[in-house]
């Protein structure tokens, strides 16, 4: 498994949640590009945060003030901190990695994330 991620559930609006995505094999925090994903029934996929360089970072419009995405080198994990969670964060949560080097691209299996009004 190259990115394993965790930590979804159920929450009630208002609530907190973070996802984890363990990074293995070729991939590490630090030579990959990493991001999240999520896809809402019936939507396309869309990227909500993603490191732009350094230890910059940028997020989709919707989750701005409320998401934060960050990593822990030493455990090769990136996060997503979820905050003031709205029912229209519903969505399956998934990250992503492109390895600087090769260009290869890596999907981790889906997280679900339930937000209940």
């Known amino acids: 498994v190259q990115l394993q991620a965790s930590g979804g559930g159920l929450v009630q609006a208002g609530g907190s949640l973070r996802l984890s995505c363990a990074a293995s094999?070729?991939?590490?925090?630090?030579?990959?590009?990493m991001r999240w994903y999520r896809q809402a029934p019936g939507k396309e996929r869309e990227l909500v945060a993603r490191?732009?360089?350094?230890?910059?970072?940028n997020y989709a419009d919707s989750v701005k003030g409320r998401f934060t995405i960050s990593r822990d080198t030493a455990k090769n994990t990136v996060y997503l901190q979820m905050n003031s969670l709205e029912p229209e964060d519903t969505a399956v949560y998934y990250c992503?990695?492109?390895?600087?080097?090769?260009?290869?691209?890596?999907w981790g299996q889906g997280t679900q994330v339930t937000v209940s009004s």
């Open positions: 992503y990695a492109r390895v600087i080097t090769t260009g290869r691209e890596y």
């Open positions: 490191f732009a360089g350094g230890s910059t970072t």
């Open positions: 094999g070729s991939i590490s925090s630090i030579n990959a590009i």
